[in-house]
């Protein structure tokens, strides 16, 4: 008999290339099937699954994975015994045994991502590896103005990235928010939908940053749903500032948690 765990984690995107494993590649995923395999008793490979694909440089405060182990080991002994094997920039957040039913990627309600904007003449130092920079001025209130076009479901064609393999571009954004931190000199964005495009919450964010400097109108988001033209909207924030935040999950898969 297997056992499934659920397994959260943070980890810093710098030096890796993206989550998903890659040949000859440095990525969070083979990293992960390195550590558990060794604290696994099978002869066959483990292979983890992970609620999504985060790119090269990405950030990720809760990601969360899954995997099937044969031997039984405490949901504390996967946390210490992970974070044991682990290089410093993964930490195990948590760890539960789930039923068989539950799937990392497949059973998800939404997920919740932010955006760091480091503003200033020049880039912080101690930063460029986790904000993004936006050096021209900003007008707050117009970006909050723009906020309410991003919420609801809309045809998100003019802010997916080339190489998508996504057939539908429809997808729905429950809440969205834009805060200013006088004291670091940022502004964070924050987006919780129930799925995002390859590269969609950066190019949302450069968009925004666009209308903030009078470069797009206050409303511009409603006609980019309309043209569905990528061209149209080329800019794209850098992978250093994004974050993802929160996996959430479905009541039903929720309730698949053993004891």
Do not use: W
Not at 2 to 23: C, E, H, I, W
Not at 56 to 85: R, T, W, Y
Not at 238 to 246: D, F, R
């Amino acid at each position: 008999m297997t056992n499934r765990y659920m397994v959260t984690l943070a980890y810093d995107g710098t030096k890796f290339a993206g989550f998903q494993s890659q040949p000859n590649q440095r990525t969070v995923q083979s990293v992960l099937e390195t550590a558990v395999n060794k604290m696994s008793t099978a002869a066959s490979f483990v292979h983890i699954f992970g609620s999504g694909r985060t790119d090269a440089g990405v950030h990720a405060l809760g990601q969360v994975i899954h995997f099937d182990l044969e031997n039984d080991i405490p949901e504390k002994g996967i946390v210490n015994g992970l974070n044991s094997l682990l290089p410093l920039d993964i930490e195990i957040l948590d760890a539960k045994k789930v039923a068989s039913t539950f799937h990392a990627r497949f059973t998800t309600h939404g997920k919740r991502y932010l955006y760091r904007v480091s503003l200033g003449r020049f880039v912080n130092p101690f930063k460029r590896f986790y904000t993004g920079h936006y050096k021209y001025s900003l007008d707050l209130e117009l970006m909050k103005k723009a906020l309410p076009d991003v919420i609801g479901t809309h045809d998100f064609s003019s802010f997916v990235a080339s190489g998508s393999q996504t057939k539908s571009h429809v997808r729905t954004i429950y809440d969205a928010t834009i805060k200013q931190d006088l004291e670091n000199k940022e502004i964070i964005f924050e987006f919780y939908g129930n799925g995002f495009l390859y590269n969609q919450v950066r190019i949302m964010v450069a968009a925004l940053l666009e209308i903030g400097n009078r470069k797009r109108p206050v409303h511009d988001f409603l006609r980019l749903y309309e043209v569905k033209d990528r061209n149209q909207c080329r800019a794209t924030a850098p992978a250093s500032g994004l974050y993802l935040k929160k996996v959430y999950y479905k009541e039903n898969a929720a309730n698949n948690i053993t004891n």
